[in-house]
């Protein structure tokens, strides 16, 4: 691993670490809403997931291994760690990869807590595999997940839709989940 991939590590350690304090410290109406927000997202990428089902995705991305993973480096958000943190545990980010939640089988996240980048994209071959019907679908889900990001981004000082490596050098030592609407 070079240095910028170490150093990316550790910063990507310490932002875990930050959102997990955060998180413990929450109110129950925090949380709460928190929790249903990101039932929608989830529900909603769930949605769009099957569409990528019904497209044959899963093969078209082991014909093409995967090259659109490659430009997931810096894409997962606060969105997405919330996410992780409220239902699971954090995969371990290998930042010595394009992405650093790429395995040899593919993305080692569960759908529901991908990155907004990776859950609408849709390339080519998996657009001309969905029925016109199925794109208009796919598009409409798309609208509504990015409102539903955006509900957060208008709340949360560490929202964005730039991932939060990125999101991180830009607010500085704020906290994540500070409160932009009040």
Do not use: K
């Amino acid at each position: 691993m070079d240095e910028q991939q170490a150093g990316n590590a550790r910063r990507w350690q310490e932002i875990v670490t930050a959102l997990q304090r955060e998180i413990s410290c929450l109110d129950g109406e925090q949380r709460r809403w928190i929790e249903q927000r990101l039932a929608l997202v989830h529900a909603l990428q769930r949605q769009l997931h099957q569409l990528f089902l019904a497209a044959d995705g899963a093969a078209a991305c082991a014909r093409c291994g995967g090259a659109c993973c490659e430009l997931g480096h810096n894409h997962m958000t606060l969105v997405n760690l919330l996410g992780v943190l409220l239902s699971a545990t954090v995969p371990e980010a290998d930042f010595s990869r394009t992405c650093p939640f790429l395995g040899a089988d593919g993305c080692r996240l569960a759908v529901e807590v991908r990155p907004f980048n990776c859950v609408t994209f849709i390339c080519p071959e998996l657009e001309e595999a969905l029925t016109p019907a199925q794109q208009e679908r796919f598009y409409a889900l798309e609208r509504q997940l990015r409102d539903q990001y955006a509900v957060f981004d208008e709340r949360y000082l560490g929202s964005g839709m730039v991932g939060l490596l990125i999101r991180s050098r830009r607010i500085g030592s704020a906290p994540l989940l500070a409160r932009v609407d009040v």
